[in-house]
């Protein structure tokens, strides 16, 4: 799908946003006792400062041009990554407080990191560390420990707690992948893809062009592998969102749609869809990179599922995060797959392309 104008952005009301960019307790070590009690063990993020972070940095910053793809990387006096911006891509790298992110219930991986992602106002473009929109929005974020992409994304897994908007609207938790489904697993799947981000939220929502779309009761506080990309860059980032495939020039609604659209930068461009068309050089990668795959021959040549890269765990491999029907939900876990995109496990081997918003 594709979404409308950019200029024109769904209006949301004012506590609303405020409530969406106010932070996690859920993911700091500034939680209260009283809080931690709370907190579920099975998905989290503990933060630490780190050493040479973005905040700590002094001397001369220098910027600097890299190719394949076209970016401009902001380095430190001692020659460390501070920020990276790809050409044609509203997604940006910042470096920050280091964070663990880990799921004890379904994996034994830990990804350690200290990059942030965050959306920019406009598209990256060489020479933009010159205008002011950039400048202004720099300032704002280098350094934030506001919720970024992987705070938000990790918001919806297994026992996250409800977070509700001044409104009463629950705008995070715990989210499943999507009803059963009624005609039973055998043939079929298990549990019913379709369900987007105002499927989760349970409201009617009114698209840039337009289109409004209205909820199904019975996919309530659930999204699919789409819906949760969906929910994450575009409901909470902000990113501009189409109702559908075709429909503008937002974010599509499904992975191929996604995929195969002009949006954002293609960091692994789609080649094909059989196991001859894999991805080779997957070093490429950065953190905040939605990653595609093709599982299930019933699609045909369509591309069936997406996720968020999140960079290394602390044995080296490439780790993603997605919403799957095996564990009901979000997940870096192993329930159906581990989720690897090096060597040759079920996630590595149908992994198709990348590209960066």
């Not at 992602?117 to 929005?137: C, I, N, S, T, Y």
């Not at 289109?211 to 309530?220: A, D, G, S, V």
Request: proline residues 6%; glycine residues 10%.
């Amino acid at each position: 799908m594709t979404a409308s104008p950019k200029r024109k952005r769904p209006v949301l009301h004012a506590a609303t946003v405020l409530a969406l960019l106010a932070g996690s307790a859920y993911f700091t070590v500034e939680l209260r006792k009283d809080e931690q009690a709370k907190a579920p063990a099975i998905q989290a993020i503990t933060d630490r400062p780190a050493e040479g972070g973005a905040k700590a940095q002094s001397g001369e910053q220098k910027w600097e041009r890299l190719n394949s793809p076209g970016r401009s990387v902001l380095r430190g006096g001692g020659g460390e990554v501070l920020a990276t911006f790809t050409d044609g891509a509203r997604t940006a790298t910042l470096t920050g407080p280091s964070r663990t992110f880990t799921e004890p219930a379904n994996t034994k991986a830990r990804v350690v990191t200290e990059n942030w992602v965050r959306l920019m106002p406009e598209e990256w473009r060489e020479g933009a560390e010159r205008e002011q929109w950039f400048k202004d929005w720099f300032k704002e974020y280098q350094g934030s420990e506001e919720d970024d992409i992987f705070a938000m994304a990790f918001q919806y897994g297994d026992q996250a707690p409800v977070k509700k908007d001044a409104d009463g609207v629950p705008y995070a938790g715990d989210a499943n992948f999507g009803p059963l489904n009624p005609n039973g697993s055998v043939g079929n799947d298990l549990r019913l893809e379709e369900s987007d981000f105002f499927d989760y939220l349970g409201i009617p929502y009114n698209f840039r062009n337009g289109t409004t779309l209205q909820p199904e009761q019975m996919r309530y506080r659930s999204m699919d592998c789409s819906g949760f990309v969906r929910t994450v860059f575009g409901y909470r980032a902000r990113y501009p969102l189409a109702p559908k495939d075709g429909a503008g020039d937002g974010l599509p609604r499904t992975a191929n749609g996604m995929a195969r659209s002009d949006v954002g930068a293609d960091i692994l461009p789609l080649k094909g869809i059989t196991p001859d068309d894999r991805p080779t050089n997957i070093d490429v990668l950065q953190p905040g990179d939605l990653v595609f795959f093709k599982l299930d021959a019933r699609t045909k040549e369509r591309l069936d599922h997406t996720g968020i890269y999140m960079g290394a765990d602390t044995d080296g491999h490439k780790i993603f995060i997605s919403s799957r029907e095996e564990a009901n939900g979000p997940t870096i876990g192993d329930k159906g797959g581990t989720s690897r995109l090096d060597g040759n496990g079920y996630y590595a081997t149908t992994l198709r392309s990348a590209k960066r918003l």
